[in-house]
Nanobody, 120 residues
Framework: QVQLVESGGGLVQPGGSLRLSCAAS????????MGWYRQAPGKERELVAA???????NYADSVKGRFTISRDNAKNTVYLQMNSLKPEDTAVYYC??????????????WGQGTRVTVSS
């Protein structure tokens, strides 16, 4: 069993900052990639940022220069530092991880989601 637990969402004013965290736990042998997706009301889920095990990163154009993804491999944790937040960043943010478990199966796991609301 593998679990992803997110934290750090909330209400913030435009221009503010938030830091999301996602900790993976369970039968983990290795984590191949971790990232963040978001889904706004009435829209499809979209990639926000992702980082591979070699620390290669990928960002959505809409967040480049404002958001930063990072990992703490010792803690199996990924972070998303979000600065200069805009109302259009309002969404439920989901953690995503590609994990190889003790049975040598590689699967994609999702967190339960954490809500970010950017509003004055």
């Amino acid at each position: 069993q593998v679990q992803l637990v997110e934290s750090g969402g909330g209400l913030v004013q435009p221009g503010g900052s938030l830091r999301l965290s996602c900790a993976a736990s369970g039968s983990i042998v290795s984590i191949n990639a971790m990232g963040w997706y978001r889904q706004a009301p009435g829209k499809e889920r979209e990639l926000v940022a992702a980082m591979t095990s070699s620390e290669s990163t990928n960002y959505a154009d809409s967040v480049k220069g404002r958001f930063t993804i990072s990992r703490d491999n010792a803690k199996n944790t990924v972070y998303l530092q979000m600065n200069s937040l805009k109302p259009e960043d309002t969404a439920v943010y989901y953690c995503n991880a590609v994990i190889t478990d003790y049975h040598n199966y590689r699967r994609t796991y999702w967190g339960q989601g954490t809500r970010v609301t950017v509003s004055s």
